[in-house]
């Protein structure tokens, strides 16, 4: 079993481009996440997805869409990317909300 | 903002030294748990405490959730340099499925 999968990995963009982030796992779970982490800030949670078909906002959704293509993937899209959106991005995925989180590996995204 | 808050924010012990960390809400938490994420890698879940007052132990590790459940800590007992990294607490807040994380305590354990 994979888990959990991200893609990319790595990614530069320049500022006003846009760019999606892929998402996917194979542990049949419910709920999924999307996370930026920036120094000292922790990991902040941008949008998430209760369930398949169900998508709700998180701490920072601005300048960020999301979809629940199915119950296995969750993606995340950067519109117009600026520079404060470079981070490091985390997918998460639970079985509910009483479970334990499996994350991906990440991508760093720098904006420039 | 984030609902859950934890400190300190660093700590940088010497090896052998203890360290805590502890993690504090506003509201009452049905469950919390606890991750560690090692430098340039992913969290990874650690435990989960969900009834007042419950310890739990991992080896050196000592978990603890508040009477109130509304704050939990977590010892770490003689540090050694693979607890090097932050450590995160979480919990389910606004309803129950939105994951919120601490800001995290980043440990750097020197020989």
């Known amino acids: 079993n994979a888990g959990v999968t991200q893609t990319p990995k790595f990614q530069v963009l320049k500022t006003g481009q846009s760019m999606t982030l892929q998402c996917a796992q194979d542990m049949n779970h419910n709920s999924m996440y999307w996370y930026r982490q920036d120094p000292g800030m922790g990991l902040r949670l941008i949008y998430y997805?209760?369930?398949?078909?169900?998508?709700d906002k998180g701490e920072v959704p601005n300048g960020y869409n999301v979809s629940r293509l199915n119950k296995r993937e969750f993606s995340l899209r950067l519109e117009s990317a600026a520079p404060s959106q470079t981070s490091v991005y985390f997918c998460?995925?639970?079985?509910?909300?009483?479970?334990?989180?499996?994350f991906g590996q990440g991508t760093r995204l720098t904006v420039v | 903002g984030q609902q859950v808050m934890q400190i300190p924010q660093y700590q940088h012990v010497q090896e052998g030294e203890d360290f805590t960390t502890y993690c504090n809400s506003s509201?009452?938490?049905?469950?919390i748990q606890w991750y560690k994420q090692r430098p340039g890698g992913h969290p990874v879940f650690l435990i989960q405490?969900?009834?007042?007052?419950e310890v739990k132990k991992q080896k050196r590790l000592t978990f603890q959730f508040g009477e109130a459940k509304k704050n939990s800590s977590l010892h770490i007992t003689a540090t050694q340099t693979t607890d090097v990294g932050t450590y995160f607490c979480a919990a389910y807040t606004g309803g129950g499925n939105k994951l919120t994380f601490g800001t995290g305590t980043q440990l750097k354990v020197e020989l």
């Open positions: 998460a995925s639970t079985l509910d909300s009483f479970s334990e989180a499996f």
């Open positions: 405490l969900v009834k007042s007052g």
């Open positions: 997805s209760a369930s398949e078909g169900t998508t």
């Open positions: 509201t009452t938490l049905s469950n």
